[in-house]
């Protein structure tokens, strides 16, 4: 049967309490630092207020995308049974385990990278020598079927675990990560120094760095592919010697809700953060149009006044 909500109706049911929802459906869920976990079968979903985000399949989202995809509803009834407070009655499905996670093979290179330097530099306006640095170190190349980018992600020793797809088409939406990609290895470029900076997408990062390049590669750089943690708990556990961490999401209400949350999960370990703000959406918009003067930033800081 068809239902018609109001904005306000689907507002209120989109930023319900998880933790308050589950509770009430006798569902355990615990705390853990500035965050609450659940269990799904094998699956851990983290839980802050209204979002959640599942670490194994990498998705996330609100309350709504919550009810849809673990109590297998559409979202007209789950929008009415977050709305209904009488939800004791409506139980979890239980996931089965997770499948083996696939091989990880990297795409195939192309001969060359005629079109993903075309891209990269005239379409998002990235630094030819900063590129030749990640493509000579076998980080960025061609695809030879389809001629995307390919963005690679290593581990420690430099053994690739990951890969990060994105068509060079001028209107291609096209984002994909390979099967098999470990997402605690996504997208990086591990320096010497005590510095590391976390991004959303590889091109966010390559535009912070074209934008400050004095020194770059001393530095550590993450792109996670997502809003998780998982790549920068890996390159903490990989490096101990990392003292400052700059969270550098997209300036929207996901990025920068992870961004608090984030920090606040570095703060109760003891790990100096700090949340840098592009002045526009991301990173790169920032760099296509110019709003700040060469080698300065103008990008907004967070303080940990702001934060608790």
Same mark, same amino acid.
């Given at each position: 049967?068809?239902?018609?909500?109001?904005?306000?109706?689907? @507002?209120?049911? &989109?930023?319900?309490?998880?933790?308050d929802l589950l509770s009430r459906c006798g569902q355990h869920v615990k705390r853990v630092g500035s965050q609450y976990e659940w269990k799904n079968g094998g699956q851990t979903v983290s839980i802050v207020d209204n979002l959640w985000f599942d670490h194994y399949e990498q998705v996330g989202g609100t309350t709504i995308g919550f009810v849809q995809k673990f109590?297998?509803?559409?979202?007209?009834?789950?929008?009415?049974?977050?709305?209904?407070?009488?939800? *004791?009655?409506?139980?979890?499905?239980?996931?089965?385990?997770?499948?083996?996670?696939?091989?990880?093979?990297?795409?195939? @290179?192309?001969?060359?990278?005629?079109?993903? =330097?075309?891209?990269?530099?005239?379409?998002?306006?990235?630094?030819?020598?900063?590129?030749?640095?990640?493509?000579?170190?076998?980080?960025?190349?061609?695809? +030879? @079927?389809?001629?995307?980018?390919?963005?690679?992600?290593?581990?420690?020793?430099?053994?690739?675990?990951?890969?990060?797809?994105?068509?060079?088409?001028?209107?291609?939406?096209? @984002?994909?990560? /390979?099967?098999?990609?470990? #997402?605690? =290895?996504? =997208?990086?470029?591990?320096?010497?120094?005590?510095?590391?900076?976390?991004?959303?997408? #590889?091109?966010?990062?390559?535009?912070?760095?074209? &934008?400050?390049?004095?020194?770059?590669?001393?530095?550590?750089?993450?792109?996670? *592919?997502?809003?998780?943690?998982?790549?920068?708990?890996?390159?903490?556990?990989?490096?101990?010697?990392?003292? /400052?961490?700059?969270? *550098?999401?997209?300036?929207?209400?996901?990025?920068?809700?992870?961004?608090?949350?984030?920090?606040?999960?570095? =703060?109760?370990?003891?790990?100096?953060?700090?949340?840098?703000?592009?002045?526009?959406?991301?990173?790169? +918009?920032?760099?296509?149009?110019?709003?700040?003067? +060469?080698?300065?930033?103008? *990008?907004?800081? /967070?303080?940990?006044? /702001?934060?608790?």
């Amino acid at each position: 049967m068809y239902i018609e909500f109001t904005e306000d109706e689907k @507002r209120r049911a &989109m930023e319900v309490d998880l933790v308050d929802l589950l509770s009430r459906c006798g569902q355990h869920v615990k705390r853990v630092g500035s965050q609450y976990e659940w269990k799904n079968g094998g699956q851990t979903v983290s839980i802050v207020d209204n979002l959640w985000f599942d670490h194994y399949e990498q998705v996330g989202g609100t309350t709504i995308g919550f009810v849809q995809k673990f109590m297998g509803m559409n979202y007209p009834e789950a929008v009415k049974f977050i709305l209904n407070e009488d939800v *004791c009655s409506v139980h979890t499905k239980k996931a089965s385990p997770p499948p083996p996670r696939k091989e990880f093979v990297l795409p195939e @290179r192309n001969h060359n990278m005629n079109r993903v =330097f075309a891209y990269l530099l005239n379409d998002r306006g990235l630094d030819r020598n900063i590129l030749h640095a990640f493509a000579h170190a076998g980080l960025i190349y061609e695809n +030879e @079927r389809y001629h995307n980018v390919v963005f690679v992600g290593t581990d420690k020793y430099g053994k690739p675990r990951h890969a990060h797809k994105r068509s060079t088409a001028k209107e291609g939406e096209y @984002r994909a990560n /390979q099967a098999g990609s470990d #997402p605690k =290895f996504s =997208f990086n470029w591990r320096g010497k120094s005590d510095k590391v900076y976390l991004f959303e997408a #590889p091109i966010d990062m390559l535009s912070y760095i074209t &934008m400050h390049p004095h020194g770059w590669s001393d530095n550590t750089y993450i792109a996670a *592919c997502s809003l998780s943690d998982q790549p920068l708990m890996q390159a903490l556990d990989d490096n101990p010697d990392i003292k /400052q961490v700059y969270i *550098c999401f997209d300036n929207d209400p996901p990025g920068q809700k992870a961004a608090q949350y984030l920090r606040a999960k570095l =703060f109760a370990k003891g790990i100096n953060s700090e949340i840098l703000i592009p002045s526009l959406k991301d990173w790169n +918009e920032d760099l296509l149009n110019s709003v700040q003067e +060469e080698g300065e930033v103008e *990008c907004q800081f /967070q303080t940990v006044s /702001q934060l608790l």
